[in-house]
């Protein structure tokens, strides 16, 4: 079973025209060493935004920083442990003294798999603080920065997940937390009148080291092969047979943040292979 992360092509980056999109304005990503927050990234370098990329993975971070400036774009990395709140408030220093914050991308999250009666507590609170609670101090963080800026106005993008719809087995905790996620992106945008969106992005499966690392977890609890995982769990119910890419899940933050989803004010983004909504 081999399920690798995908190089990020220049040509399969979307590209928009917004006169927002300018190195003045910074692109707050998280989750930015690999996956969904590195392809992120990037194509927010591309678009021309200052990307400023977080996580506790330095190495990681800086791999995304280079192919940001291979992409010929700007990206700062910072490292930053997301489950202290003082890391998070010098992570947010630092992205306002590079530019003008107007974008945060709320990416970074990990996966356990145990049934309920089994989910260490140690592990729940883990994921609350990485995955809720350092989204809800983040975008408490960067809305007066967004509303300070010139023209008033900011976006907040959530990577939510077909888990924000629907719940599956053994992923009680990671369920709580994506569903609680489109909870926030709500929140914020009935408080934003319009100046500061937010929106919610719920994907299947995507072709990441996230997923790749659930996949042994969830052969052995269910007592198949690694291969009937991927075929009949994961990609079972979706119409289309392959993961995405992240940077196809990257394009719909840039697509988000730009001039033409101004109506996108609290919405989800629902690409899922038809898993949710079809039968």
Sequence with gaps: MQISEPQINREDILIVLDDEFVPRNVCLVTGAASGIGRATAVAAAANGLYAVGVDVDERG???????AQKMGGQ???IRADLTQDREIERAVRE????GEIKFLANIAG???IYPIVEFPMEKYDLMQKLMLRAPFYLSKLVIPHMRK????TGVIGNMASIHAHI???NKAVYNIVKFGLRGLTQSIAAEGNGRIRAFSVSTGFVKTPLTLNQVPAQAQQRGVPEEEVVRDVMMGRSKVKEMMSPIEVANLFTFGFSRHSRYLVGGDLLFDGGVVLTY
Excluded: H, W
């Design 110 to 112: 990990i996966q356990s």
């Design 167 to 169: 719940c599956t087995l």
């Design 61 to 67: 971070g800086e791999e995304t920083r280079a192919i």
């Design 75 to 77: 990206m700062a990395f």
């Design 149 to 152: 800026s010139a023209s008033g």
């Design 95 to 98: 992205a306002a003294s590079i």
